[in-house]
């Protein structure tokens, strides 16, 4: 079982709609997670950070269950250049070393 | 200010052949981590550098690679004997201070084994 487990999707919304990513996560110990963005054939890219309170920047809202190991992405009113590959991340132990999901593609039409 | 760079962009090899990519973090950066990214799949770790020490080289897949950061900046990572299997983009990122904080990736350098 990977540690980090994400839909592939891929996601095809229209312009305007709501859409909400989930990924879990297997270790318990995690201590910091985020949502990266990558745009294809370029590199990640920190999109925000995710904490148990939630926190939202914008059009995106992230939220944490630790009692469920789950982390989720809203994004409301998606845009077309909201279209990419949405990489759940997990930070464990001391070393700074991120676990990346699959990632979800997201494709945004007119 | 300059973002994290990589060289070469691309490499083209044979099996068998010996390769070695180039990072160059941001400047002031201590930490390095090196990541390899397979066709659709997210970022995989490799090896985090704090200085010029590998304090994490728990993702080297095997003794064929080999990483090195000998002045605490720039790190070379090094694939000896490559196979067809290695073939990946080869991330760099790197991040200030220890622990968490958002790592700024490079471009990637997309290694083909032929």
């Known amino acids: 079982r990977k540690e980090v487990e994400q839909d592939p999707g891929p996601f095809n919304v229209p312009e305007g709609a709501t859409v909400a990513f989930n990924c879990t996560y297997s270790n318990s110990a995690s201590q910091s997670f985020f949502w990266y963005r990558q745009d294809c054939r370029k590199e990640p890219k920190l999109l925000m950070s995710v904490y148990s309170s939630g926190n939202e920047d914008g059009r995106f809202t992230a939220q944490l269950n630790r009692a469920s190991q789950y982390i989720s992405l809203l994004i409301r009113d998606s845009k077309l250049s909201d279209s990419a590959t949405y990489l759940c991340?997990?930070?464990?132990?001391?070393?700074?070393?991120?676990?990346f999901g699959q990632g979800t593609t997201l494709q945004v039409k007119p | 200010g300059a973002g994290v760079s990589q060289t070469p962009s691309n490499k083209v090899t044979e099996k068998g052949k010996y390769v070695e990519l180039r990072c160059d973090p941001i400047s002031g950066h201590t930490a390095l981590y090196w990541y390899r990214q397979s066709l659709g799949q997210g970022p995989e770790f490799l090896i985090y550098?704090?200085?010029?020490?590998?304090?994490?080289d728990s993702g080297l897949p095997n003794d064929r690679f080999f990483a090195v950061r000998p002045e605490g900046s720039v790190s070379t990572l090094k694939i000896q004997r490559t196979e067809r299997g290695d073939s990946a983009v080869y991330l760099c990122?790197?991040?200030?201070?220890?622990?968490?904080?958002?790592?700024?990736f490079g471009p990637g350098t997309r290694l083909t084994v032929l």
């Open positions: 550098f704090q200085g010029t020490g590998a304090a994490d």
């Open positions: 990122a790197s991040s200030m201070g220890t622990g968490v904080g958002e790592q700024f």
């Open positions: 991340v997990v930070h464990s132990g001391n070393t700074g070393k991120l676990i």
